[in-house]
């Protein structure tokens, strides 16, 4: 069992969360509706997945980097904070590419 895969999801959401958290990009924007859009967005991933599961679309490629511990069959739990980092990261690249076509246009 090894975490090594987990702690570089993490890590990047570290780095992600400070953008976000130095810009107020989105979390530390609005707090609330941030969480929520999180909260739907990985729903919705994690709804794609387990489709995808059932369908017979998707599966687990155990790795030797990853923890092995499964949530349900074929869906490890580092999909879930990858859907979640993959949303957090999304969100962060739309709003700051907005922010900085918004200063762009100012500037003209």
Do not use: N
Request: aromatic fraction near 12%; hydrophobic fraction near 65%.
């Amino acid at each position: 069992m090894s975490f090594a895969y987990l702690a570089v999801l993490l890590v990047s959401a570290a780095g992600v969360l400070t953008v976000d958290l130095r810009f107020k990009l989105f979390l530390w924007a609005d707090p609330r509706r941030a969480a929520a859009v999180l909260v739907a967005g990985t729903a919705f991933f994690l709804a794609w997945d387990l489709a995808g599961i059932g369908l017979g679309v998707f599966f687990h490629g155990a790795g030797p980097y990853m923890t092995g511990l499964m949530l349900a069959p074929e869906l490890p739990v580092e999909e879930i904070v990858f859907l979640a980092f993959l949303c957090e990261l999304t969100m962060v690249l739309v709003l700051g590419a907005q922010r900085l076509l918004a200063r762009q246009e100012a500037a003209r």
